[in-house]
């Protein structure tokens, strides 16, 4: 019986892929009541693609009961399927039915969503008023201890106790009356202070703001980008320049991100003023989602040239980053996440006769999240991180733990 099984289940796959090729070329004919005919003739309740079909066509011929009641049927076989939950959210937005609405678009986890389907959630999700913005915003308040502040090159071993405090805002303005167009804008803030070494506190600030254009698998954003670092007891150095990035959706489960850089870094005191540089570069990364987690591997290079005619030590060089992670959902309230970033530094300069300097950098955070109620959590971390370099004053190791409380709108 056991070969009759297999043989059958081949005959119902490739039965239900031919059905899925056949719907799919009546769909892009137009020729949607023909579709919902044999869709309804197909009769396969139990399987949630041809319902799918079945709700697409349902519902361009006006069946929108039949095409809700299909949705249904597939989320009752694939609770987690995104495109129904998606579909079945911009039906009850067309007829007002704001509260199924809400209950059902507040089921969908936005980081698991494509560029596109997040897009689309946040257009459903928002209020009339509203539906051409987005916001969001992050708080935290931290409180850690450092083995060693002092990553600068000189042998001293610096650590000490700190506390932080974060915020980060973003704002995106959909222009619907020029297609696909919108607007987006970061803004970012840090202060960090600690117990006992205050030559080493940290205010920094960043802002990026630019015009972005939504396609159909994927979204291109062009900003402009300003930084702005408090460090080692004074106003230390600014940056800016353009950060384009482009996000495609392969597939529903992976997406292929690509970003280039290009600015120019000012030191704005003595004697760092000699370290002046621009930099150009980028890097290319994909997203795995797996239901409510994720993995993502990237990886970029930038080059970093002197501005000044007399530079200073080690401000020409490359760098080469690879960073890999992802998170896993342990229950419902329970999240853990993974992140490790290998980096080296190619210094064109050398320290002593023929000698070039070689930078290995190494660091592996650990993270679990504890979620408090809709908005609030609470974050655990642990960050070993070590550079490896035949400069020997610019070699250290360091291990960070903190525990934060943060709050996200």
Same mark, same amino acid.
């Given at each position: 019986?056991?070969?009759?099984?297999?043989?059958?289940?081949?005959?119902?796959?490739?039965?239900?892929?031919?059905?899925?090729?056949?719907?799919?070329?009546?769909?892009?004919?137009?020729?949607?009541?023909?579709?919902?005919?044999?869709?309804?003739?197909?009769?396969?309740?139990?399987?949630?693609?041809?319902?799918?079909?079945?709700?697409?066509?349902?519902?361009?011929?006006?069946?929108?009961?039949?095409?809700?009641?299909?949705?249904?049927?597939?989320?009752?076989?694939?609770? @987690?399927?995104?495109?129904?939950?998606?579909?079945?959210?911009?039906?009850?937005?067309?007829?007002?039915?704001?509260?199924?609405?809400?209950?059902?678009? @507040?089921?969908?986890?936005?980081?698991?969503?494509?560029?596109?389907?997040?897009?689309?959630?946040?257009?459903?999700?928002?209020?009339?008023?509203?539906?051409?913005?987005?916001?969001?915003?992050?708080?935290?308040?931290?409180?850690?201890?450092?083995?060693?502040?002092?990553?600068?090159?000189?042998?001293?071993?610096?650590?000490?106790?700190?506390?932080?405090?974060?915020?980060?805002?973003?704002?995106?303005?959909?222009?619907?009356?020029?297609?696909?167009?919108?607007?987006?804008?970061?803004?970012?803030?840090?202060?960090?202070?600690?117990?006992?070494?205050?030559?080493?506190?940290?205010?920094?600030?960043?802002?990026?703001?630019?015009?972005?254009y939504k396609f159909?698998?994927?979204?291109?954003?062009?900003?402009?980008?300003?930084?702005?670092?408090?460090?080692? @007891?004074?106003?230390?150095?600014?940056?800016?320049?353009?950060?384009?990035?482009?996000?495609?959706?392969?597939?529903?489960?992976?997406?292929?991100?690509?970003?280039?850089?290009?600015?120019?870094?000012?030191?704005?005191?003595?004697?760092?003023?000699?370290?002046?540089?621009?930099?150009?570069?980028?890097?290319?990364?994909?997203?795995?989602?797996?239901?409510?987690?994720?993995?993502?591997?990237?990886?970029?290079?930038?080059?970093?040239?002197?501005?000044?005619?007399?530079?200073?030590?080690?401000?020409?060089?490359?760098?080469?980053?690879?960073?890999?992670?992802?998170?896993?959902?342990?229950?419902?309230?329970?999240?853990?996440?993974?992140?490790?970033?290998?980096?080296?530094?190619?210094?064109?300069?050398?320290?002593?006769?023929?000698?070039?300097?070689?930078?290995?950098?190494?660091?592996?955070?650990?993270?679990l999240q504890y979620?408090?109620?809709?908005?609030?959590k609470c974050v655990?971390?642990?960050?070993?991180?070590?550079?490896?370099?035949?400069?020997?004053?610019?070699?250290?190791?360091?291990?960070?733990?903190?525990?934060?409380?943060?709050? @996200?709108?």
């Open positions: 019986m056991k070969p009759l099984r297999i043989f059958l289940l081949i005959l119902l796959l490739l039965h239900v892929s031919h059905a899925s090729d056949m719907f799919q070329a009546l769909i892009d004919q137009h020729k949607y009541q023909e579709c919902y005919d044999k869709a309804l003739l197909n009769n396969t309740f139990d399987d949630a693609s041809t319902q799918m079909y079945l709700s697409q066509c349902a519902d361009k011929i006006g069946h929108t009961n039949m095409a809700i009641a299909a949705l249904e049927r597939v989320l009752f076989l694939e609770p @987690d399927n995104v495109d129904a939950l998606l579909s079945l959210t911009q039906i009850y937005h067309r007829l007002e039915l704001e509260e199924q609405k809400s209950i059902v678009s @507040d089921s969908l986890d936005r980081y698991q969503l494509t560029p596109e389907q997040r897009t689309r959630l946040n257009t459903l999700s928002a209020k009339k008023e509203e539906e051409l913005s987005q916001f969001s915003a992050t708080v935290a308040l931290s409180a850690g201890y450092n083995t060693n502040l002092n990553i600068l090159p000189t042998p001293e071993i610096i650590e000490s106790a700190y506390m932080s405090f974060y915020t980060a805002l973003s704002y995106v303005h959909e222009i619907t009356e020029k297609g696909a167009w919108f607007l987006s804008s970061n803004l970012e803030y840090l202060h960090k202070s600690n117990e006992s070494a205050h030559y080493f506190d940290i205010d920094y600030g960043a802002l990026n703001a630019g015009v972005g159909k698998r994927a979204t291109l954003v062009l900003p402009v980008y300003y930084r702005r670092l408090a460090y080692l @007891d004074q106003d230390l150095a600014q940056e800016y320049g353009l950060a384009p990035k482009l996000d495609i959706s392969i597939s529903k489960r992976f997406i292929l991100s690509l970003n280039a850089v290009a600015g120019k870094r000012e030191f704005t005191a003595s004697p760092y003023s000699e370290g002046n540089f621009e930099m150009i570069g980028g890097g290319l990364g994909g997203l795995w989602l797996f239901g409510k987690d994720f993995l993502y591997l990237k990886g970029a290079y930038n080059h970093y040239s002197p501005t000044q005619a007399q530079p200073s030590l080690f401000t020409a060089k490359g760098n080469y980053l690879v960073a890999t992670g992802g998170t896993y959902n342990v229950s419902t309230t329970i999240s853990s996440s993974l992140r490790y970033l290998y980096r080296v530094n190619d210094f064109s300069n050398p320290f002593i006769a023929a000698t070039e300097r070689y930078d290995h950098n190494h660091a592996l955070k650990l993270s979620k408090l109620g809709l908005h609030w655990a971390s642990y960050e070993n991180g070590a550079n490896f370099s035949n400069y020997d004053d610019a070699a250290y190791r360091k291990h960070v733990s903190e525990l934060s409380l943060q709050y @996200d709108y």
